[in-house]
């Protein structure tokens, strides 16, 4: 495959990996979660304020997403991790996760029993 076909290929494939992209991040992210808990964190601010650290936020949220997209493939290879490897290591960050909530203990302190 020439660089030609190669980039046009990229290009024709970018738009459905974008959205399957951010139907796949959208969940995880929680935008509507993340409501509340921004608007108790910055009772105190403006309208002003708010806006512009919500704006700022975004913006960079998005630089770093499509920096990932296009440059993560070579920050993974320079330190030597492949994809497949990455999986399992989230999956086992994962799975240890669900399995401290299974299997926890609740810790109530002297003061509340």
Do not use: C, Q
């Amino acid at each position: 495959m020439t660089s030609a076909n190669a980039l046009g290929h990229f290009l024709r494939t970018l738009s459905g990996s974008a959205v399957a992209t951010f139907l796949a991040l959208f969940p995880i992210v929680d935008p509507f979660g993340g409501i509340p808990v921004f608007f108790t964190m910055t009772s105190s601010w403006t309208p002003r304020d708010r806006y512009r650290t919500a704006l700022k936020t975004g913006v960079w949220v998005f630089v770093i997403l499509v920096t990932f997209l296009f440059f993560g493939r070579f920050v993974l290879h320079f330190f030597g991790i492949s994809l497949p490897v990455l999986k399992i290591a989230g999956g086992l960050i994962v799975a240890n996760t669900a399995w401290g909530m299974v299997t926890s203990h609740a810790r109530i302190s002297p003061e509340e029993s």
